[in-house]
């Protein structure tokens, strides 16, 4: 069995003998907050989403907004767009008619659980061929009772009575492609236990390479996102569990890569699910029983987001921190991304002995400064709490606002700050040394009024305006068009907007 031996006992002491010297960070670990630079882009209303609050478990729901809670808005390989909204429906958008509902996705998965902010029907994407095959695939939770169905995967160490809730990940085959609403058969790709108290960190991505081509080895590929499956948050049974977090016979904190075709299928080796581990992936071929071949990467406390950047192929995941940092980091298959035993380019004080997931240690110096390389691989960008509390999502942006390209465009979850950093500054930070980093600074937002002329505005003030009522958080995510563009959704108000090029 490989787990990580920064993480057993023994490492653990001497990890404390050789660092005993190593400083706590005490305050603010970046004194420097982001500022706003000039960065100036126009946000536009584009559609909104119905109310949807009440249809199922209106005990459980956490958004009394009663609006749409928007995830993602995708583009299907015809053109045609989607959103998803978490209390179970996809939509189907249209330029010339109100948003219709594509698939009633709740009605088919009564246990689907509600009571989280990403929760529900979570995330969807398009396989690129879907305009030939129909195929699609969604990602939600459920409530584990006596007929959720078997898991494929339960946490090392646990057993069925410790399960709590499952993350379901389904393949959907529409008849007809081009039809305006979903007529078809679904197929389950895999199923996750949770074994912590709340359903924290679910699986919150499905989704292609959206650079790769037919022929490519990457083609056809299916990733999620990795998460720690509740492993960090505290506060229940199973959590702060840190031997959890750096294994590769487990799918905690690890990005997943598969061939969504069945075994039968393709002949080719099964996974955990019904379906094929890729002869390519970094684990895959590694003669070690106990390691899962379908790990791309693992590490992550809560990576709920990944894209690629268009022009190069540059996969970037976005990953929630604890107590202190927020993450902007470049995949590379096979890499460690270093949960728990770090957070950004410090060592997390959960990993020693008597330590807390609050707490930050500096890195020796020459690890810091990259003169001796340790495992794990470390962020291109990184914010503090101070500036934050939950990165969203991210994309490389090379579409028609000028200001923004060349930039990669991320957001905060929970405050509903929007940030840009340099891309070729990013890909510059990924050089193995841990305090590289790319400058990160805040997009200042504006709409326009009836003559014309810039109001500037913040994202909450923005649903607070469209709900009437104080918004509590943001909930901001960010999703990206066909052609490059940036749509930016929240869970609070269902509407769905652009960044757009200023008219002046």
Not at 211 to 222: K, N, V, W
Not at 315 to 342: C, K, L, Q, S
Not at 486 to 493: E, H, N, P
């Amino acid at each position: 069995m490989r787990i990580r031996t920064s993480l057993l006992i023994i490492v653990l002491l001497t990890f404390l003998q050789v660092r005993i010297g190593s400083a706590q960070i005490t305050d603010n670990p970046l004194p420097a907050p982001i500022e706003k630079r000039g960065l100036m882009v126009q946000i536009r209303d584009v559609v909104r989403l119905p109310k949807t609050l009440g249809r199922f478990h209106p005990d459980q729901d956490v958004n009394p907004a009663g609006w749409a809670r928007v995830s993602f808005v995708r583009d299907a390989p015809d053109g045609r767009r989607f959103a998803n909204d978490s209390r179970g429906f996809l939509y189907l958008l249209r330029d010339d008619a109100e948003p219709s509902v594509y698939l009633d996705f709740g009605s088919l998965f009564p246990l689907t659980v509600y009571n989280r902010l990403e929760s529900g029907f979570i995330g969807f994407g398009f396989h690129p061929e879907f305009t030939q095959n129909g195929l699609f695939y969604t990602v939600h939770g459920e409530r584990a009772f006596t007929n959720s169905g078997l898991p494929d995967f339960i946490p090392p160490g646990y057993s069925d009575a410790d399960i709590t809730h499952h993350n379901v990940i389904t393949e959907w085959h529409a008849n007809d492609p081009a039809a305006n609403m979903f007529d078809g058969t679904r197929r389950e790709l895999l199923r996750v236990a949770h074994v912590t108290r709340n359903m924290s960190h679910p699986f919150g991505y499905v989704g292609f390479n959206p650079t790769a081509e037919p022929g490519d080895p990457d083609y056809g590929l299916l990733y999620t996102s990795g998460s720690d499956l509740g492993f960090s948050n505290g506060g229940g049974p199973n959590s702060e569990n840190p031997t959890q977090t750096q294994r590769l016979d487990s799918v905690v904190t690890a990005i997943l890569r598969i061939d969504p075709r069945s075994p039968a299928e393709t002949n080719g080796t099964k996974g955990l699910g019904d379906y094929t581990i890729p002869e390519i992936n970094p684990f895959a071929g590694d003669d070690d029983p106990d390691t899962l071949g379908e790990i791309y990467a693992y590490g992550f406390r809560n990576a709920h987001r990944i894209s690629w950047d268009l022009t190069d192929g540059t996969m970037f995941a976005t990953d929630i921190g604890m107590n202190n940092i927020e993450e902007v980091n470049i995949v590379h298959e096979g890499g460690n991304y270093g949960w728990m035993p770090r957070e950004g380019y410090w060592e997390n004080g959960m990993i020693r002995p008597g330590g807390a997931l609050n707490q930050l240690f500096e890195l020796p110096e020459d690890v810091l400064g990259g003169q001796t390389k340790d495992e794990y691989t470390y962020p291109v960008a990184i914010y503090d709490h101070n500036d934050g509390r939950a990165i969203s999502g991210g994309f490389a942006y090379h579409g028609r606002i000028e200001a923004l390209r060349g930039k990669f465009v991320f957001g905060d979850l929970q405050r509903g700050r929007l940030f840009a950093a340099d891309l070729a500054a990013l890909k510059a930070a990924d050089d193995g040394v841990p305090r590289t980093v790319a400058p990160v600074e805040e997009i200042q937002l504006y709409t326009l009024d009836a003559s014309g002329n810039r109001v500037f505005v913040s994202f909450r003030e923005l649903i607070e305006r469209t709900n009437g009522a104080q918004a509590l958080r943001a909930d901001m995510h960010l999703s990206r068009t066909r052609d490059g563009e940036i749509f930016v959704t929240s869970r609070q108000d269902g509407m769905i907007r652009m960044l757009v090029p200023d008219r002046h």
